[in-house]
């Protein structure tokens, strides 16, 4: 058994920080949103950000865009050309994907300052494009509401995890401890 164990020990030990790292993490994100009531179709405080957040994308391109709670769940209605094109919900903030993307970051973690770094680039970068990812989605709803379950099912998570994926390669292969060294002649 030691055998196997020394074997894997690099594969065990990213396992092991990865879980120790997403659970540590979602159980911070439920409590977070455990503060809000559910029953009073209390919307969190970070999802309303998003929300204004993608108002204020769209209005920067003179759309006519509104955002205004949803009176029946813990959402936040984004309204394009007066037309309720998106209901902004919790799932929709990506904080979620952020604490995936984090964790795997420990878990290939570096030297302290690159890792904290990346991670606060890193959460910024898909904070931003999933604002974007939620304003582009509102617009091409309305021009194409045939394709709504192949852009919202589709396009746009495979657009979200995809620049995920691609930040976790750069932190591999540049910054990570397992990135290769050049030799400097």
């Not at 159980?27 to 455990?34: A, D, M, V």
């Not at 799932?91 to 420990?106: H, M, P, Q, R, Y």
């Not at 394709?147 to 099912?153: D, E, I, K, M, V």
Request: include cysteine; charge should be positive.
């Amino acid at each position: 058994m030691k055998k196997y164990f020394i074997l894997y020990k690099p594969f065990l030990l990213f396992l092991g920080k990865f879980l120790l790292t997403y659970l540590l993490l979602t159980f911070i994100y439920q409590s977070y949103l455990g503060r809000f009531d559910v029953n009073q179709n209390e919307t969190d405080s970070f999802t309303k950000l998003v929300a204004q957040q993608t108002e204020d994308v769209l209005l920067f391109f003179n759309c006519d865009v509104k955002t205004l709670p949803n009176s029946k769940e813990p959402a936040v209605n984004l309204y394009y050309n007066h037309k309720p094109m998106a209901r902004i919900i919790e799932g929709c903030n990506a904080l979620s994907v952020i604490i995936l993307f984090a964790s795997f970051i420990i878990a290939f973690s570096g030297k302290l300052k690159p890792t904290v770094l990346y991670i606060i680039g890193g959460s910024l970068i898909i904070h931003i494009l999933n604002v974007i990812r939620i304003a582009l989605l509102c617009v091409f709803m309305y021009y194409y509401p045939k394709q709504q379950h192949f852009l919202h099912g589709v396009v746009f998570p495979l657009f979200i995890y995809g620049v995920v994926f691609i930040l976790w390669i750069i932190w591999v292969n540049k910054f990570s401890k397992y990135a290769k060294k050049t030799i400097q002649s």
